[in-house]
């Protein structure tokens, strides 16, 4: 598995939401440790998991904002994920950066703009 792959599979990420999609009995994708799963398959899994926080913050909200896992609350939780999943989209910009890949402008500041489709 590459270090761009494993940066996007994230083992911690992972494990966290896999406790949420058992709390919500959804399914979830998940990968071996030495696998090297197929871009599809990796969107796949990208998409589900997305689904799986999008619940878990509904159910949170419906509790007053409280997270079984963060004691400051959904909020805090949230943010703490954002800043997570930015850490690693700059780690993959480096790990390209670092292999020799050109990384075009649009990919290179395209990833921060989220208001844009």
Same mark, same amino acid.
């Given at each position: 598995?590459?270090?761009?792959?494993?940066?996007?599979?994230?083992?911690?990420?992972?494990?966290?939401?896999?406790?949420?999609?058992?709390?919500?009995?959804?399914? =979830?994708?998940?990968?071996?440790?030495? /696998?090297?799963?197929?871009?599809?398959?990796? %969107?796949?899994?990208?998409? $589900?998991? *997305?689904?799986?926080?999008?619940?878990?913050?509904?159910?949170?909200?419906?509790?007053?904002?409280?997270?079984?896992?963060?004691?400051?609350?959904?909020?805090?939780? =949230?943010?703490?994920?954002?800043?997570? /999943?930015?850490?690693?989209?700059?780690?993959? %910009?480096?790990?390209?950066? $670092?292999? *020799?890949?050109?990384?075009?402008?649009?990919?290179?500041?395209?990833?921060?703009?989220?208001?844009?489709?």
């Amino acid at each position: 598995m590459t270090t761009v792959e494993n940066q996007i599979i994230e083992r911690w990420r992972m494990h966290k939401l896999k406790a949420f999609a058992k709390k919500l009995s959804m399914p =979830l994708i998940s990968f071996q440790k030495d /696998e090297s799963p197929p871009k599809k398959l990796l %969107l796949e899994a990208f998409e $589900q998991s *997305g689904m799986v926080m999008e619940k878990y913050l509904e159910q949170c909200i419906s509790k007053e904002g409280k997270a079984t896992n963060f004691k400051s609350g959904v909020v805090a939780m =949230l943010g703490y994920y954002i800043s997570h /999943e930015a850490h690693h989209r700059g780690n993959i %910009l480096l790990s390209m950066k $670092q292999c *020799g890949f050109k990384i075009s402008d649009e990919l290179k500041w395209g990833i921060w703009d989220m208001m844009r489709k």
